[in-house]
């Protein structure tokens, strides 16, 4: 359950960065509004309170939310942008969730 959990707190911490880099994208590429900016600040905010509920040591959350963060990019890719992950997208998306699987959930006595 505690995998789930982790996990799933990291999705949605994705989500919010993602958000956060992706609404000022908008205003500054796609000339979409200034006010863009206030729901993005927020996002921004929320990904970093949500990175902090860990109860393991900040650097190996960092470490280990790379991981689910390069999962959600790729979907984001694929919803939102449109294109379809490539095989290799898929390769590297395992072979991260595999790092962040051993750096979260791997036995330690510290």
């Given at each position: ?48 309170w949500l990175l902090s ?58």
């Amino acid at each position: 359950m505690l995998e789930i959990k982790t996990i799933g707190l990291f999705f949605v911490t994705a989500i919010a960065e993602i958000l956060g880099c992706y609404l000022p994208y908008l205003w500054l590429k796609e000339d979409k509004s200034v006010w863009l900016l206030v729901p993005a600040a927020f996002c921004l905010v929320l990904f970093a309170w949500l990175l902090s509920l860990h109860p393991t040591a900040a650097g190996r959350v960092y470490a280990a939310y790379g991981g689910v963060y390069i999962f959600v990019a790729i979907l984001w890719l694929w919803v939102v942008d449109g294109i379809r992950p490539s095989l290799w997208d898929i390769v590297g998306v395992c072979v991260a969730m595999l790092g962040m699987a051993i750096i979260m959930f791997a036995p330690r006595t510290t």
